[in-house]
């Protein structure tokens, strides 16, 4: 099996590394992170794996790879812009495409160019945080990872099945589930409203979860989304919002979101994807969102000074 993986940060680097010796990996990044990967390859740094490394083949250039089976799309979605026409060189007639990005909107995006018969979304709870080129910090126990994948067109779970054929060795628990939709605004609900907390206060998630106010924000922010999930038609049922409600009390003494993270190496923020896109959508419905609408002009403002420094 070829996989190309475009976007080796905290996702697609550890995901490369748990895929190296069962299938053949390459990597798709650019500057500094392609540096490091051609000389060092990738090296992940876990409390629950130990410290792992693989050196795949690392590329700026998609054309070097040509078509492959599977491509795991990565990157920050700001870069989507850019980065979807440039996979059109791994893209054969028998390949998958599955996103495994933060946010809404990605597999829409993907599936109005390569079709939507080939793109699935799939939403991860793990993977770790890029805190040097090539470098990957993991902090999440094995038995909290979990990729929920599935597509948006019928009868696209027979794809669904063989890359979760694929993902399974490595250890992560891979599920094909019917309705993208509902876990890709499951997931959101927690962490847009976990990143508000995490870039607001600049604390871990043990942190800010015992204060009361913060809570309270937090529990805000939760439902809004929720009911702009709801107006756009997704089955998302109370058990569901209770349970997101509930996830700051079920993570770890080190976690904090790869947002907060971003924030804090003075990165760009992957905001029109989370904030935007619940705050431009609870418009569209005239859906009041007042807490993602201050979060959102917060984290932009941030956002755009992070931008500005990188054009410099």
């Not at 996989?3 to 990597?27: P, W």
């Not at 491509?71 to 028998?94: H, M, Q, W």
């Not at 063989?162 to 060795?169: E, H, I, N, Q, T």
């Amino acid at each position: 099996m070829r996989i190309a993986i475009v976007g080796a940060g905290g996702v697609g680097g550890y995901l490369a590394v748990l895929l190296d010796g069962h299938a053949e990996v390459a990597l798709i990044d650019t500057g500094e992170q392609l540096r490091a990967l051609r000389t060092e390859g990738v090296r992940v740094r876990s409390r629950a794996r130990g410290e792992l490394q693989a050196r795949p083949m690392a590329t700026d250039d998609p054309s070097e790879i040509g078509a492959v089976e599977l491509v795991l799309f990565c990157v920050k979605t700001y870069d989507n812009g850019v980065a979807i026409p440039a996979l059109r060189p791994l893209v054969g007639s028998e390949t998958s495409i599955l996103t495994i990005q933060n946010g809404i909107g990605n597999v829409e995006q993907l599936a109005d160019v390569y079709g939507g018969e080939r793109v699935l979304g799939g939403p991860m709870v793990g993977g770790g945080t890029r805190v040097a080129p090539g470098v990957i910090e993991h902090v999440l126990p094995i038995e909290a990872e979990v990729v929920e994948l599935g597509g948006l067109e019928p009868g696209s779970e027979g794809r669904a099945e063989a890359v979760r054929a694929v993902l399974a060795p490595t250890g992560l628990a891979v599920k094909v589930v019917q309705d993208v939709r509902l876990t890709l605004w499951t997931k959101l609900l927690g962490m847009a409203s976990l990143a508000s907390l995490g870039c607001l206060t600049r604390v871990g998630t043990a942190d800010w979860r015992g204060h009361p106010e913060a809570r309270e924000l937090y529990a805000t922010l939760v439902r809004e989304a929720a009911a702009v999930a709801r107006t756009e038609g997704v089955a998302l049922e109370d058990a569901a919002v209770d349970g997101v409600l509930s996830q700051p009390d079920r993570l770890g003494p080190a976690h904090r979101t790869s947002m907060h993270a971003d924030l804090e190496r003075g990165e760009r923020l992957e905001v029109e994807a989370v904030h935007g896109e619940v705050v431009r959508r609870a418009s569209r419905h005239d859906v009041p969102v007042p807490a993602f609408r201050t979060v959102y002009a917060v984290l932009r403002l941030a956002d755009g000074r992070a931008s500005a420094g990188a054009a410099c």
